[in-house]
């Protein structure tokens, strides 16, 4: 590649919001065969808000939200602003919590007021010996809805369902559609569940999904790919993206992106739109062909 033509194509892409971390990437770019993307933030606009709370014990509602949002303060996911901004919409009083761990792709537990709080999928309540079939006829209902249903269990005992609506972003079935037009297989993986996972790829006509897939399994489904052949660019915005974002043949940060997946990427999507993914492709194809004019 001669320099001035990647200057070049990196120019047209900068002014797109498209920022090359690598010269390599773009090569690279025009052979890709699949795009892999994550559903949260990737998506759909990864501005989730609470749109229920139901309870499934003696706790009330207001009760199950603000000891959910305690133990949720820490965290950086998406779900979490969710849940934290609902609390104070709804003025309830945060209380602190302690111990904090997230376990990515799962959930978030913390102690709030002498008591462990669980906050994520059924099987990670599961894995804490947690009872969830009291909740499973409400999550089931949230999930048919394509929301993301998160459970909450207090002291070891589930307490209530928390329904987080996500949009697709307005410009995602387009950049598919573009994706598919130029022989591009688009595949999604996600940590959400299966149902509200569908839900979303129907919506942006991508009919190869993986749900439940936790983060170091983002990685291994690439790779799986790339041992099939496959030159894969992986679409990414989370800090459980950065291990499929390494290895993907280009990995692809968006938004606003969390500060290891730009790290993790060779190219960075400045906005929000999924459209820039198409156009990076394009760039990427224009540049080589000026190289090899240049060349000649
Ligand atoms: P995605 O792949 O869609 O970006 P993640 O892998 O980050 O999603 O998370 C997968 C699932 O794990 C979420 O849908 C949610 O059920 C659960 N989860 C992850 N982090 C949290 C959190 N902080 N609070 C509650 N649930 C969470
Ligand atoms: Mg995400």
Redesign the pocket.
């Known amino acids: 590649a001669t320099p001035l033509a990647l200057i070049r194509g990196g120019g047209m892409a900068a002014e797109r919001g498209i920022l090359m971390r690598s010269g390599e990437a773009f090569q690279i770019l025009k052979d890709i065969t699949h795009v892999v993307l ?5 998506i759909t606009e990864g501005k989730p808000r609470l749109v229920a709370v139901e309870a499934v014990s003696d706790l009330g509602r207001d009760e199950v939200l603000r000891l959910a949002a305690g133990a ?1 303060a820490a ?1 950086e ?4 602003r969710a ?1 934290v901004d609902a609390a104070e919409e709804r003025a309830l009083e945060m209380p602190e919590a302690g111990d904090f761990q ?7 537990e913390a102690t709030v007021e002498g008591r462990r709080i669980l ?3 059924s099987r ?1 309540l599961r894995s804490r010996d947690v009872d969830v079939s009291p909740a499973q006829e409400v999550l089931d209902r949230h999930e048919a809805q394509a929301h ?3 459970l909450v269990s207090i002291a070891g005992a589930v307490a209530g369902v928390l329904a987080i609506a996500d949009a697709v972003k307005p410009d995602a079935k387009d950049a598919i559609a573009e994706l598919k037009r130029r022989g591009i297989t688009p595949v999604m ?5 299966e149902r ?1 996972a569908r839900a979303v790829a129907a919506a942006v006509e991508i009919d190869e999904v993986h749900a ?4 170091q399994d ?1 990685a291994a489904r690439v790779r799986g790919l790339q041992e099939q052949g496959a030159r894969v660019a992986m679409v ?3 800090i ?2 950065a291990p499929a974002l390494m290895q993907a043949h280009v990995g692809i940060a968006i938004g606003a992106g969390t500060d290891i997946a730009i790290e993790s990427s060779d190219v960075v999507l400045i906005g929000e739109r999924l459209g820039a993914v198409p156009e990076a492709i394009t760039i990427g194809g224009m540049s080589y062909r000026k190289t090899v004019q240049n060349l000649w």
């Open positions: 994550d559903k949260t933030g990737t949720e965290s996911h998406p779900l979490a849940i997230a376990t990515a792709g799962q959930g978030i906050v994520g999928t990670f993301t249903a998160v993986l996600t940590g959400d569940n509200t439940q897939v936790v983060p983002k990414g915005d989370g459980n993206d």
